[in-house]
């Protein structure tokens, strides 16, 4: 049996879910779409609080994470080429920015207590 490629995503957030929902409908056998909300805590994962701030992509054993893991969960798709111009050189570093950007503000929206004992621990 040959291990799957994972996506972990918050099935909490709205917008999450409705790209989670149009990637399910495209995407190959090869990819798991995993709800955060729906794990058991385990050694082999990255801290909840963590995987909640941005996409994480276990692809063959290696973790991406961000705009990358976004970048690498549409190529499991027909349309996968769609998104590969976010890599670019000179684009990488602004799509870059801005999913660090939305991705921080979305946690801090959804998860407002966890953000402020972020930051106390600081």
Known sequence: MTEHDTLY???SCPLCRREMAHLARLKSDDLVLQDIHDLT????LP???????????RKN????????ANIAAWQY???????????WP???PIASWAYGVWATRRYAK???ASTASDA???
């Open 77 to 87: 798709t027909r349309i996968g080429f769609f998104w590969r111009w976010l890599s």
């Open 120 to 122: 106390a621990s600081d």
């Open 47 to 57: 801290d909840k609080s963590s995987m909640l701030q941005s996409l994480h992509l």
């Open 9 to 11: 995503f918050d099935g």
């Open 110 to 112: 959804r998860y407002p």
């Open 41 to 44: 805590d385990s050694d082999a």
């Open 90 to 92: 000179f684009i990488k």
């Open 61 to 68: 054993g290696d973790w991406v994470t961000g705009i990358d």
